[in-house]
């Protein structure tokens, strides 16, 4: 069992005071706070290592191109990628991660005729990429429907699949409603009828143990900066058999294999999709994120994540005029929690839970269609990792009170 | 609930949640619908999704290329700064030249720089210059003026 108190102390960003209260931190989803670890290791490399990768024969230039390579069989050993089916490909996160596939692969053989499917539960980055390639191919895209409860309608899902699908692309766990997917079950059925299968792990990677080469999918893409790693970093797992038929993402350096004035002959994958000098100091602090997260266990990670979101339901729960959305029980479900409080704007709360040191999205959640679909503009949305404990939500839920009172004595 | 930040930079939440704004964005001005409208534009903020209707109907005066509002309508759904400053924003409207509201326009952004502004133009409207202390919220402030601006280049491009 994790201690989220004991953990914080491995996070130098909690020493901080926010007017002068201690930082409660509950937007992991949109990014994660980093342990001391990884803040020295991207310090360290940049005072010992630091030389562009795969260029140099001097010493520096092999140690980091020894450290992107370390960190690339690390990452898919972490995730379950077996590299005898997938390739690893380093971008700049899950959105460039989903553009490339959706330009390399998709752009390439869809035309009209063709049908993506999707879900409801999309953020923009699973959602626009697609829309886009089904504006310029002419291909159709579909929407799998989730229920009340915020989770997928199976049914529903597979109705939408038909002998026209070439492509299925859905998120594993939702970062609006926290609904976890079940990726393998769906992937093992559109395998049976050869579609090619995206997920957006975004969510999943960082909180629970994921197995790419058991789900079987096609691609699988996740963010470093949401797991304890630095920014600009993603990771995109491509199976062996799409990657070798699609084209380049980008062109430039790093991605050749030789260049004539007239021709030039690409890379094979991974480079072939890794033009430019990549993130490699990001990318190396990432592999000692990976560690620390190894250390603590994944199956712990996700325990934790689930007594947190169970503790988050069960307290927000008492408040009245408090709306929740999303799967009401803990089951399947990572610890983020969207949720209304009476007419308060979710602008006015956020901003409220500010000056309470409570750091919450507020907003949209680069998901507006979903938004929509659950009849609002805006949320509040509080998620929790391991660094945070039951004393956080107790805040959180404190505050909440609070701010019905103020809001109610100032707005009415 | 109030604690003290760094030095120098203390706020409070009741300077934006000021009695003024506070009473506008509990009983709008402006939002009442005026029937046929000559200009209609959607205002929305896609950081944090508030949304706006403004409708705008032209008088007939013979000043074609710098008509007067007759009637105008502002309908926002969104927080309390946005709400307050769509009605702040309304009597601006109502029988003033396109050109007039334009320059309260550009004297509305100003309120939120650190240049200043003419705020007696602005009228009431200038209590929202208290909203300068809190950035994340100055797009919330400025959406219904925006909106106004987009309707009038929007309508400047169709009739020239």
């Not at chain 1, 792990?201 to 470093?224: E, K, L, N, R, W």
């Not at chain 2, 008088?59 to 702040?88: F, M, W, Y």
């Not at chain 2, 209590?127 to 300068?132: D, H, K, M, R, T």
Request: with cysteine; net charge negative.
């Amino acid at each position: 069992m994790l201690d989220g108190r004991k953990i914080r102390e491995d996070f130098p960003i909690f020493q901080r005071k926010i007017r002068g209260r201690d930082l409660v931190f509950l937007d992991t989803a949109a990014s994660s706070q980093k342990p001391n670890c990884v803040i020295d290791a991207l310090s360290q490399f940049y005072r010992e290592s630091n030389a562009n990768v795969h260029r140099g024969l001097y010493v520096l230039s092999m140690e980091s191109t020894h450290k992107l390579e370390q960190t690339r069989t690390h990452v898919a050993d972490f995730a379950g990628a077996n590299p005898d089916e997938y390739y690893t490909v380093f971008v700049r996160g899950t959105t460039e991660a989903i553009n490339l596939v959706a330009s390399s692969h998709a752009l390439q053989n869809l035309g009209a005729g063709d049908e993506i499917v999707i879900t409801e539960l999309e953020h923009h980055a699973n959602l626009v990429p697609w829309q886009m390639v089904a504006k310029q191919t002419g291909a159709t895209l579909r929407y799998a429907r989730i229920d009340d409860d915020g989770r997928l309608d199976l049914d529903h899902f597979f109705d939408q699949v038909n002998d026209k699908t070439r492509l299925v692309s859905f998120v594993h766990a939702s970062n609006v409603l926290g609904t976890i997917n079940p990726a393998k079950e769906i992937v093992s059925r559109l395998n049976e009828r050869g579609i090619v299968t995206m997920i957006d792990g975004a969510q999943a990677v960082p909180t629970m143990p994921v197995d790419v080469s058991d789900i079987g999918c096609s691609a699988y893409a996740f963010s470093a900066h949401k797991m304890l790693g630095p920014t600009g970093v993603g990771v995109l797992f491509l199976k062996k058999e799409l990657a070798d038929t699609m084209v380049p993402y980008q062109f430039g350096g790093g991605m050749i294999f030789k260049v004539k004035y007239d021709t030039t002959r690409f890379a094979e994958p991974p480079e072939r999709f890794e033009a430019g000098t990549p993130a490699f100091a990001e990318i190396a602090a990432f592999s000692t994120a990976l560690s620390y997260l190894e250390e603590l266990g994944m199956d712990n990670v996700l325990q934790h994540e689930q007594k947190m979101a169970s503790y988050m339901l069960e307290t927000l729960r008492q408040i009245d005029g408090l709306k929740i959305y999303g799967p009401p029980d803990d089951q399947d479900r990572l610890a983020i929690v969207s949720f209304e409080l009476d007419n308060i704007h979710a602008h006015d709360l956020g901003m409220f839970l500010d000056f309470q040191g409570i750091c919450v999205r507020v907003g949209h959640h680069c998901a507006q269609p979903l938004m929509e679909k659950l009849g609002t503009t805006s949320t509040t949305r509080a998620s929790a990792y391991i660094y945070n404990c039951e004393e956080d939500i107790d805040l959180l839920a404190s505050a909440l009170k609070d701010a019905q009172s103020y809001f109610l004595r100032t707005l009415g | 609930m109030h604690r003290e930040g760094q030095p120098g930079t203390e706020v409070h939440l009741s300077q934006l949640y000021r009695d003024a704004i506070v009473h506008h964005a509990r009983n709008p001005a402006g939002s009442m619908p005026i029937g046929a409208a000559d200009i209609q534009q959607d205002g929305y903020n896609p950081k944090c999704g508030d949304e706006l209707l403004l409708r705008l109907r032209l008088g007939a005066d013979g000043k074609e290329d710098d008509p007067v509002i007759e009637a105008a309508q502002v309908e926002v759904h969104g927080c309390t700064i946005c709400r307050a400053s769509g009605s702040l924003l309304w009597p601006h409207l109502k029988g003033s030249r396109i050109s007039e509201i334009q320059a309260k326009i550009a004297n509305f952004h100003e309120l939120f720089k650190a240049t200043g502004s003419d705020t007696e133009a602005l009228g009431e409207a200038a209590i929202l210059q208290s909203v300068a202390a809190f950035p994340a919220r100055i797009d919330c402030a400025l959406l219904p003026w925006s909106t106004v601006e987009a309707a009038f280049r929007a309508w400047s491009k169709a009739t020239s």
